[in-house]
């Protein structure tokens, strides 16, 4: 049975992929930063009959437990098929670029950047024992440079200083990731959920957590032929699903 670890996944756009990976008959690891509500979310899949479902603390923010989770999973597994870079944060708004407070940077990159950084990291030498290694970080459309350089873009006016540059730069560290195991099994790529409704952006998003979650699992189930280093977002390019960096 393929393994699958996802942060922030008790609620949300991860929850749901927690749904669909069950679904497809994935054991799924309920990563969430309070161990309290990991429980409440893999109950609820419980109670739906998706029993092959256990949460793990891990706050993607804190070293210590982003270490103690490794250490977890390391007690129940030898290899990890699937890592899914999901949680994330917005950060206070407005994000200004002139009057923004740095610690709100700060924050948003801890999580979102760093965070993401350190738990691929760590949970790296698992990944590496899987015949088919996985990694999906969750980014926004709102990460594109290009497309930010472009008047027309239905988003142009949609800029901050912590939140999207906090998702370029995770999309960076994608190509570079990707790169680096250009010439081995893993499939390593940046996804963009949608707008979605959800807490997030107080359900304002005009997308579903089925199709946000739906696109993540796409890249999660891709075969040896499946692209890797790619930024994927419907919303930026609905005909090809790929968007410019
Ligand atoms: N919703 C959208 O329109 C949209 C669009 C593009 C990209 N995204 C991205 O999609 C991902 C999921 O977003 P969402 O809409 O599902 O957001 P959400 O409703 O706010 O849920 C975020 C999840 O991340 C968790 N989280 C936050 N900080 C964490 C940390 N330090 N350690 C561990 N978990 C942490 C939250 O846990 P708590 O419950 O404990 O807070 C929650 O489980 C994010 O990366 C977001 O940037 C969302």
Do not use: C
């Not at 429980?39 to 899949?45: D, F, V």
């Amino acid at each position: 049975m393929k393994t699958v670890l996802i942060t922030g996944a008790n609620k949300s756009i991860g929850f749901e992929a927690a749904r669909q990976l069950l679904q497809q008959g994935y054991f799924v690891y309920l990563g969430s930063r309070h161990l309290q509500k990991g429980w409440e979310a893999a109950g609820k899949l419980k109670a739906e009959g998706l029993n092959n479902v256990e949460a793990i603390q891990i706050d993607v923010s804190n070293a210590k437990s982003i270490a103690s989770a490794r250490k977890e999973l390391g007690k129940k597994l030898q290899s990890l098929d699937v890592l899914i870079n999901n949680a994330g944060i917005r950060g206070a708004v407005p994000q200004t670029a002139s009057t923004v407070n740095i610690d709100v940077i700060r924050e948003v990159f801890d999580t979102n950047f760093f965070g993401v950084i350190e738990v691929t990291q760590t949970f790296l030498d698992l990944l590496k024992n899987s015949d088919a290694p996985r990694i999906v970080n969750v980014t926004s459309g709102l990460a594109s440079l290009t497309l930010h350089s472009d008047p027309k873009w239905k988003y142009y006016s949609v800029k901050g200083a912590a939140y999207g540059p906090s998702k370029s730069a995770l999309n960076a560290y994608t190509v570079v990731l990707a790169y680096e195991f250009r010439n081995t099994k893993f499939k390593v790529n940046a996804v963009d959920p949608g707008y979605t409704a959800t807490d997030f952006n107080d359900h304002r998003g005009t997308g579903s957590v089925e199709d946000a979650a739906k696109r993540i699992v796409r890249y999660v189930t891709i075969g040896e032929d499946g692209p890797t280093g790619v930024f994927f977002s419907d919303d930026n390019n609905p005909e090809t699903g790929v968007s410019p960096w």
